[in-house]
């Protein structure tokens, strides 16, 4: 799969059409090594479509996981071959928000299982939203909007009587300007929380995203404070997950590029697939992005979202992918 996909971006992408080269420094690289077998590993087809595009390409994405494990196509595991089954079909697209209901429906209609990883939305879960806007007010103070969601957390317990009071207190500047007047003024709570920030801080200075991230989730003890949620596990799970992500990215440096990397999937729609916890029958799963791990053989729909996610997640095993957009 990587192969067909360097191979493909090396022919369309270059610094004349587009202002990037992608030559060997860029290409992707698998994880895993395959035996040798004949045939092809990879398939691109393209699909013509007068009426509706959309639903012209699930019908095929259906049609092909459904022909593939109905015939026994063999797929690779552990380096050795076996029977395809419905769980080593991924389906992966720029964003789910606007196509992954129509292919859903089409494999439920055909009594295929499947389930949309990021179809709850793991940016904008609570616990996510949360690391997220930390992670903005350390980096930025005085953004009122963060501030205030870190603020009214249950980490921090804050109620939106003690903000309104501290905003009559001072009127000019932003909520972290109240937060420093109340301070001075012989508030303790916002005194701590200050202290506690001005901490924060100082230790982003000193570590990477991925560490930071795992520091304040231990130091603010919000990995307890989920346990008492709806569905503490995946919410734990999320957790470790976005400090996935953070390590991953590690190679940005300071807390400001990993949050540039995670507005740009938010103002593009998009998401990042988060943990699940309901089985591995489903046929694969329907992604934005994010780490793959199932085994097949690929059928590529025209669009353009496997980039992103070959890209963003580790590549182990013979991908399964239908990629669609």
């Not at 200050?194 to 003890?221: D, N, P, S, Y």
């Not at 690929?298 to 669609?324: P, R």
Request: charged content about 20%; glycine content about 10%; some cysteine.
């Amino acid at each position: 799969m990587t192969d067909i996909v360097n191979y493909i971006f090396s022919a369309v992408m270059s610094r004349e059409a587009g202002g990037l080269e992608y030559d060997k420094g860029e290409h992707l690289e698998a994880a895993a090594s395959y035996p040798e077998r004949e045939g092809a590993d990879a398939e691109l087809c393209l699909i013509e479509s007068e009426d509706n595009a959309l639903h012209d390409q699930a019908v095929f994405a259906a049609n092909y996981i459904e022909h593939a494990v109905a015939g026994g196509l063999q797929v690779t595991e552990g380096g050795a071959l076996r029977t395809a089954r419905y769980k080593d079909f991924c389906l992966l697209f720029a964003s789910t928000k606007n196509s992954a209901g129509e292919f859903i429906a089409e494999l439920n209609r055909r009594g295929i299982p499947v389930n949309c990883e990021s179809g709850g939305g793991f940016l904008t879960s609570p616990e996510i939203s949360f690391m997220i806007s930390l992670l903005k007010v350390i980096d930025n103070p005085v953004d009122d909007i963060p501030l205030t969601a870190v603020l009214l957390s249950p980490v921090f317990g804050f109620l939106p009587d003690d903000l309104a009071l501290m905003r009559a207190a001072h009127r000019d500047g932003s909520i972290y300007h109240c937060l420093v007047n109340a301070a001075e003024s012989g508030d303790a709570r916002a005194a701590a929380f200050l202290e506690r920030l001005g901490g924060f801080r100082r230790i982003a200075c000193t570590v990477k995203a991925g560490e930071l991230v795992r520091r304040l989730v231990e130091e603010t003890g919000y990995a307890a404070i989920v346990c008492a949620m709806k569905e503490p596990d995946t919410r734990r799970a999320n957790l470790n997950r976005f400090i996935d992500l953070a390590n991953r990215f590690e190679s940005m440096g300071s807390v400001a590029g990993l949050i540039r990397y995670i507005d740009k999937i938010i103002k593009s729609g998009g998401d990042i697939a988060g943990s699940d916890s309901s089985g591995e029958s489903c046929a694969g799963s329907v992604s934005d992005s994010g780490s793959v791990s199932a085994s097949g053989s690929a059928a590529g729909v025209s669009g353009s979202g496997c980039s992103d996610a070959c890209e963003s997640g580790s590549i182990e095993g013979s991908c399964g992918w239908v990629c669609a957009v």
